[in-house]
């Protein structure tokens, strides 16, 4: 049996992050930082995982990967999650080798998302079962539960639909949208607080302050409505306003951060028609609307405020076989 290779983008959260956990939408886009993942079939009874981001391969028995609440390192966690997922209902034949390939640094842009989609898909190949995408939706967020607890699963859409989503809480949506070329800029800030310390602050704000908390949420909807629309219609100022608005909750909810500030600022004052964080927030990427005189200048007040720019394709391909 030859090699199969799956390989599946990341993601940029345009609009409606934290909110979209507690059944209410969000936009995101899919950005081509794209992980790859092999699996090479062999005549053992083991799997062993490459990863790039670990030094060693670690083997497991094939008997056991079908348990999907083992604790193995995090830096494998999503694969097995995910090679569970699809052992549980299909016992494995033979062993396999598998392997993931990604870029070093990904930026906090949905490189576990990436990874538990494409592991799916390549599995399924593997196995010769064909999946819908919404099949490979729900197993991939059944493993990304499993290890997270809670997630809406808006980067596990982005990965499987790429380009550009309207999505809603556990995948009840998910509308992709016929979207221009998004004039946006994206800066990198350095740091990362983690995406599940973050959600779980969120939830103990909501628990301790429903009422304050609670509109913001409805609050969020109703942007990711008007944004849906301004992008579908490329309405770039109005999608502006919204951005900072959009901010502006988020600060709310008490997940920005002096340094993503000094680049959302940066960019403002350098011409952006908007700018705020994406995803969990306490570090990670912000993005900033531009237009095509003001994308020079935000780029170098990026820069100068200490950010890294992210040049990445957004709107790009979800998940794919690869020949
Ligand atoms: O930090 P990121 O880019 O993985 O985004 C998390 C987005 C949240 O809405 C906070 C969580 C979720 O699962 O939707």
């Not at 209902?89 to 870029?103: A, S």
């Not at 800066?187 to 939830?203: D, F, M, P």
């Not at 509109?215 to 109005?238: D, K, M, N, T, Y």
């Not at 680049?263 to 994406?278: H, Y």
Request: glycine residues 10%; contains cysteine.
């Amino acid at each position: 049996m030859n090699p199969v290779t799956a390989s599946a983008p990341g993601k940029l959260m345009l609009f409606g992050e934290h909110a979209v956990v507690y059944d209410h939408p969000c936009l995101v886009t899919a950005a081509d930082l794209r992980i790859y993942v092999t699996f090479t079939p062999t005549d053992t009874s083991t799997v062993t995982v490459h990863s790039s981001t670990t030094p060693q391969p670690y083997t497991f028995d094939l008997a056991d990967v079908a348990q999907p609440t083992q604790n193995y390192p995090a830096s494998i966690a999503f694969v097995m999650a995910a090679v569970a997922q699809i052992a549980q209902q299909h016992p494995l034949p033979h062993g396999f080798e598998l392997t993931t390939m990604g870029p070093p640094l990904s930026y906090g842009l949905g490189s576990s998302s990436a990874a538990t989609v494409a592991t799916v898909k390549g599995l399924a190949e593997l196995l010769g079962l064909s999946l819908t995408d919404q099949e490979l939706f729900h197993l991939a967020y059944q493993a990304v539960l499993n290890v997270q607890k809670k997630a809406s699963g808006f980067d596990l859409a982005a990965a499987i639909y790429g380009g550009t989503t309207y999505f809603w809480t556990g995948g009840k949506r998910i509308e992709p949208l016929k979207v221009p070329q998004l004039p946006i800029v994206v800066g990198y800030s350095g740091s990362k607080v983690g995406t599940v310390s973050l959600v779980q602050e969120v939830y103990r704000l909501y628990q301790t302050l429903p009422w304050a908390i609670a509109p913001i949420f409805q609050l969020s909807e109703q942007i990711v409505e008007q944004a849906r629309h301004c992008l579908l219609a490329g309405e770039w100022e109005l999608l502006g306003k919204l951005m900072n608005i959009g901010q502006g909750l988020a600060d709310s909810l008490g997940v920005n951060s002096w340094q993503l500030s000094r680049l959302i600022f940066a960019a403002r004052e350098a011409g952006a028609l908007g700018a705020k964080l994406s995803g969990a927030g306490g570090g990670d990427c912000m993005f900033a609307l531009v237009t095509d005189q003001s994308r020079q200048p935000v780029e170098e007040a990026i820069e100068a405020a200490g950010g890294q720019l992210v040049k990445l394709p957004l709107n790009g391909e979800g998940v794919r076989l690869e020949r």
